[in-house]
Nanobody, 123 residues
Framework: QVQLVESGGGLVQAGDSLRLSCADSRRIFNSFAMAWFRQAPGKERELVAAISSGFSTYYADPVKGRFTISRDNAKNTVYLQMNSLKPEDTAVYYC?????????????????WGQGTQVTVSS
């Protein structure tokens, strides 16, 4: 069974950077499309960024130019580098995976989820 574990969240100030990591100990990660979603209080879960098994990427408009998704298949890990953080980036960030190579933008397409990590950006 796929188990995704996120790390790297925390409390930062506006303009700071954070890097989130998502690791899976199973050796089936390489063929998965992976994504980062976030959910702020009172809001729906939204896609932040995604990466295909072939390293194609997708970014939501609010994070374009500030966030970078990447993957290291040798380490079974996907990363989300977040720069120039804003208070509106405050949310619980979730790593998600699907056993298919291509990116999907809706959460229902991802059957595997991590437990989430809190990112709080103060102004």
């Amino acid at each position: 069974q796929v188990q995704l574990v996120e790390s790297g969240g925390g409390l930062v100030q506006a303009g700071d950077s954070l890097r989130l990591s998502c690791a899976d100990s199973r050796r089936i990660f390489n063929s998965f499309a992976m994504a980062w979603f976030r959910q702020a209080p009172g809001k729906e879960r939204e896609l932040v960024a995604a990466i295909s098994s072939g390293f194609s990427t997708y970014y939501a408009d609010p994070v374009k130019g500030r966030f970078t998704i990447s993957r290291d298949n040798a380490k079974n890990t996907v990363y989300l580098q977040m720069n120039s953080l804003k208070p509106e980036d405050t949310a619980v960030y979730y790593c998600a995976g699907r056993s298919a190579p291509d990116i999907m933008v809706w959460s229902a397409a991802y059957p595997y989820w991590g437990q989430g990590t809190q990112v709080t950006v103060s102004s």
